[in-house]
């Protein structure tokens, strides 16, 4: 028989290509949505051979029926306190209520362990429910990918293509954690479907530094890319404190302008030295020549 992994969070970007990697290796897949999602990502999912259960995500007797009979719940919520924390809660809860035996949460990030609190809002959030996790009665295991490798098309200080530019904070030779969305889906379908996973794992699809982003831009898109200091991570922090405290209307938003500056502050305080890429090895990874050369291509 195959294994049954259920998918919080189907519908979103992260998620539906987490449902197609489980599909790919061989996962029956049961998508949990709710009443008001996207009618036509419902019908995609549908259509794809994927089970999919609509539930009251406040309702902690519908989520259990919907939990009933899995290996796994991954979520892939997102948004605030009243997502991270109490409906992944509920969700939890009825993960242990169905006598599921695992649970990956929607921590795909930079390890937010070794971030100090109120440093990153959102890492706040996920540091709050992994409380909840550790003490609830079900094997638990989180991913922790670094960065999305799509953050460096954003136009953010870390890879400017118009200025030709690779910025960075204090240390120029850090290695950020970078991996892209359809690795992290990949590995986590992986994941899903094994039984004895630790705790933490750790991925990247490639780590590179500020000094490593310039020198693979230049080789790539064949033109001088230089490194622009921005300062210290001191000066960073200081500043979205700043930002923060100054646009209050933030708290509501799930990325604000001073919560996108807490994500790069995160990615140069952590350095991930040991990485659990080579747990399952069928699986291949995204070189940062193949992300910035795609990258180029799409600024032509």
Known sequence: ????????????????????????????????????????????????????????????????????????????????????????????????AAGVPRFIPSDFSTDFTQIAPGENRNFDLRREFKERLDQALIAATSIMNGAFAEILAYGTPLLNLKDKTAGYWENPDLKMDFTTMDDTAAFTAAAALDASTPRILHIASFQLSANGIAETATEVLQQPFKLAPMGTLADLSAHNQRERAAHPEGEQEVFPRWQQSQYIQSMFSVQIDTLDNDRYPDLTWTSALEMIKQLGQRGR
Do not use: F, P, Y
């Not at 996962?27 to 999912?45: F, G, I, P, T, Y």
């Open 1 to 96: 028989m195959k294994t049954t992994i259920l998918v919080a969070g189907a519908t979103g970007n992260l998620g539906g290509r987490i449902v197609k990697a489980l599909l790919e290796q061989g996962a029956n897949v049961r998508a949990l949505v709710r009443h008001n999602s996207d009618e036509s990502k419902v019908e995609h999912l549908k259509q794809s051979r994927v089970d999919v259960v609509t539930a009251d995500m406040n309702n902690l007797e519908e989520l259990t029926k919907a939990c009933e009979g899995v290996a796994c719940v991954v979520s892939v919520l997102q948004g605030l306190h009243d997502v991270i924390v109490d409906t992944q809660t509920l969700l939890l809860n009825a993960a242990v």
